[in-house]
């Protein structure tokens, strides 16, 4: 067996699938991505001990169904021949966060999260429990019948590149692009499916103890980092594929320093600021009907 064979046998050998129960893609780069997470295990590693200690002082967590088969249909834990298939878990929890909550019900994107919660806590009443926290509390009005919420962010987040980078708005402007064709599913799905998963749940960490706020922070990060790459858009088609090779790629994969990034890269970003566009966004939107 000749050098080559042997290396693509070993990549044969190797696990596709995540510690999340993910599949990885045929390109996966394991040797980039263990460098990576050779360094950021010591980083989880104390984050770990750190959140313990909190948790323990805290007094711990208060206690269309058709989209089941289309959630996460690259993870095998949700897969209908797996044992337990979570499937079946993430049933209760919707149905259950429905009966709950009435004026939401359910709304696509609602899955998807549910399905991360689940697979993080591997508890039904806690992933419940966080669910309502987030649907209730941090974002309001994003899975109501009208969206209200999440079309208000949206503009607000066009507000903030048209105040931070002004020439990457001129573009959208020049071209009619409108900002939910961009990032409709990175606000209504907390940017599942769309950044990796430890990039994610670090976000997800900030966004359950700051609040909403952290969304536009990740936003406007990963419209800065790659402003001049945008910027080299010519169409509306090449604007939308340039929004998503944005979310790929080393700078999103190696979470710790994405993180980093984040509280740094788009300057200062008051809430009162974001209140104040977010009451001017919703009336305009109301005005239009």
């Known amino acids: 067996m000749d050098p ?3 290396a693509q046998a ?3 050998r190797v696990p596709r699938i995540d510690p999340y129960g993910f599949e990885r893609p045929e390109d996966f780069d394991y040797a980039a991505y263990e460098e990576f997470f050779s360094t950021y295990l010591v980083i989880l590693t104390k984050r770990a001990i750190k959140w313990s200690k909190l948790l323990k002082g805290s007094g711990g967590v208060r206690k269309s169904l058709t989209d089941l088969n289309r959630t996460f249909p690259d993870n095998v834990r949700f897969r209908k021949t797996a044992e337990p298939c979570l499937q079946k878990t993430l049933y209760n929890v919707l149905l259950a966060y429905g009966l709950h909550n009435q004026g939401v019900g359910y709304c696509q994107g609602m899955n998807f999260i549910a399905g991360y919660l689940i697979l993080i806590t591997k508890n039904e009443e806690e992933s419940f429990w966080l669910l309502d926290a987030l649907v209730g509390r941090i974002l309001p ?4 019948p009208a969206m209200l919420g999440l079309k208000t962010d949206q503009e607000v987040l066009a507000e903030l590149v048209r105040m931070k980078l002004p020439a990457v708005a001129a573009l959208m402007d020049g071209h009619g692009v409108l900002w939910t064709l961009l990032v409709s599913r990175w606000f209504i799905c907390l940017f599942v499916d769309i950044l990796p998963v430890e990039t994610v749940l670090r976000i997800w960490d900030c966004l359950f ?5 952290i969304i536009f922070r990740v936003a406007l990060t990963l419209i800065k980092q790659h402003q001049e790459f945008i910027l080299e858009a010519s169409s509306v088609p090449d604007i939308c594929d340039k929004f998503k090779q ?3 790629g080393d700078f999103v994969t190696e979470c710790h ?3 980093q990034k984040i509280f740094s890269e788009p300057g200062s970003l008051s809430m009162t600021t974001i209140t104040r566009l977010r009451e001017s966004c919703r009336a305009a939107l109301l005005t239009q009907g």
């Open 209 to 213: 103890n700051e609040g909403s706020k």
């Open 141 to 144: 009005d994003y899975y109501s």
């Open 246 to 248: 944005i979310t790929k």
């Open 10 to 12: 070993a990549r044969a």
């Open 257 to 259: 320093t994405f993180m």
């Open 4 to 6: 080559a064979e042997r």
